[in-house]
């Protein structure tokens, strides 16, 4: 019996001290190891991986191009409303006004000297001349000009310019033109300086080199008008019409011809025709 009774006692001992060893086991098994160190460059990339976790997990997912830029064209956020809000508005800054310096009245114009407006007055005598055609007189009163003032400096020198243009028209006109068209520009204007003599004789020698030229033909019946010759510049006039129709229109208002209005052939000549 006491064999027994000891192996009993044996196993169950042996059954005690397993169990106990299992629960040491188990309580070694559920103690935490000990975290090993790690170095900077994974600690690093540990923070780093979770970073990107969380912003992928905080992110929400982005809208595309078009409907972002609908959104906004859509309707402005609400921080934009908020901010337009609450900005204070702008005050205008009033402008100081200008002012306005008086100015100073302009000086009156220095008056001319007696010897200045003598010399004008005579310049201007002397260039009527010269505009008239009569190119000897004007150099006549443009020599004594310069003579009598010569101190009047912009005045002489004005005279001086329009005595030369005087002194080279004097000179073509001694030179007689030979070609008809010289002729006839030469006695229109002897005609309008009121040289009738000298125009009928330039009219006269035009007629000799072109016998059937309307135009020369109706200059020397304006100038025998004007000379009182009012047979020949009648037939000077027929002549010019028969040849250009066209200058009828002309003679009926031309000055030149006044002298013939009161013979009855000259509306025979200027005014039937147009009738019929």
Same mark, same amino acid.
């Given at each position: 019996?006491?064999?027994?009774?000891?192996?009993?006692?044996?196993?169950?001992?042996?059954?005690?001290?397993?169990?106990?060893?299992?629960?040491?086991?188990?309580?070694?098994?559920?103690?935490?190891?000990?975290?090993?160190?790690?170095?900077?460059?994974? $600690?690093?990339?540990?923070? $780093?991986?979770?970073?990107?976790?969380?912003?992928?997990?905080?992110?929400? $997912?982005?809208?595309?191009?078009?409907?972002?830029?609908?959104?906004?064209?859509?309707?402005?956020? $609400?921080?934009?409303?908020?901010?337009?809000?609450?900005?204070?508005?702008?005050?205008?800054?009033?402008?100081?006004?200008?002012?306005?310096?008086?100015?100073?009245?302009?000086?009156?114009?220095?008056?001319?000297?007696?010897?200045?407006?003598?010399?004008?007055?005579?310049?201007?005598?002397?260039?009527?001349?010269?505009?008239?055609?009569?190119?000897?007189?004007?150099?006549?009163?443009?020599?004594?000009?310069?003579?009598?003032?010569?101190?009047?400096?912009?005045?002489?020198?004005?005279?001086?310019?329009?005595?030369?243009?005087?002194?080279?028209?004097?000179?073509?006109?001694?030179?007689?033109?030979?070609?008809?068209?010289?002729?006839?520009?030469?006695?229109?204007?002897?005609?309008?300086?009121?040289?009738?003599?000298?125009?009928?004789?330039?009219?006269?020698?035009?007629?000799?080199?072109?016998?059937?030229?309307?135009?020369?033909?109706?200059?020397?019946?304006?100038?025998?008008?004007?000379?009182?010759?009012?047979?020949?510049?009648?037939?000077?006039?027929?002549?010019?019409?028969?040849?250009?129709?066209?200058?009828?229109?002309?003679?009926?208002?031309?000055?030149?011809?006044?002298?013939?209005?009161?013979?009855?052939?000259?509306?025979?000549?200027?005014?039937?025709?147009?009738?019929?």
């Amino acid at each position: 019996m006491s064999s027994t009774v000891s192996k009993t006692t044996k196993r169950a001992s042996s059954r005690s001290a397993s169990t106990a060893r299992k629960r040491t086991v188990n309580v070694k098994s559920t103690r935490l190891k000990p975290a090993t160190k790690r170095s900077p460059a994974g $600690k690093a990339r540990a923070h $780093k991986a979770s970073k990107t976790a969380v912003s992928k997990k905080a992110a929400p $997912k982005r809208a595309s191009k078009k409907s972002s830029t609908k959104a906004r064209t859509a309707a402005p956020s $609400k921080h934009a409303t908020r901010v337009a809000k609450a900005a204070p508005a702008r005050r205008s800054i009033p402008k100081a006004p200008v002012r306005l310096l008086p100015q100073k009245p302009l000086p009156p114009p220095p008056q001319p000297t007696f010897e200045e407006a003598a010399a004008l007055t005579a310049f201007e005598s002397a260039h009527k001349e010269f505009t008239r055609g009569r190119f000897a007189e004007a150099r006549n009163q443009f020599r004594s000009l310069i003579e009598k003032f010569p101190t009047v400096s912009e005045v002489a020198a004005r005279a001086r310019t329009y005595l030369a243009v005087s002194e080279a028209r004097l000179r073509t006109e001694l030179t007689p033109p030979r070609d008809a068209d010289s002729l006839y520009d030469r006695g229109v204007i002897e005609l309008n300086r009121g040289e009738y003599v000298a125009a009928q004789e330039l009219f006269e020698r035009a007629l000799k080199r072109e016998p059937d030229a309307a135009h020369i033909h109706y200059g020397l019946a304006a100038t025998r008008a004007r000379l009182g010759a009012i047979d020949t510049a009648l037939k000077s006039l027929r002549r010019a019409l028969d040849i250009q129709p066209k200058l009828r229109i002309r003679a009926q208002r031309d000055s030149d011809l006044n002298s013939l209005r009161s013979d009855p052939e000259f509306d025979q000549i200027v005014f039937s025709p147009a009738e019929a």
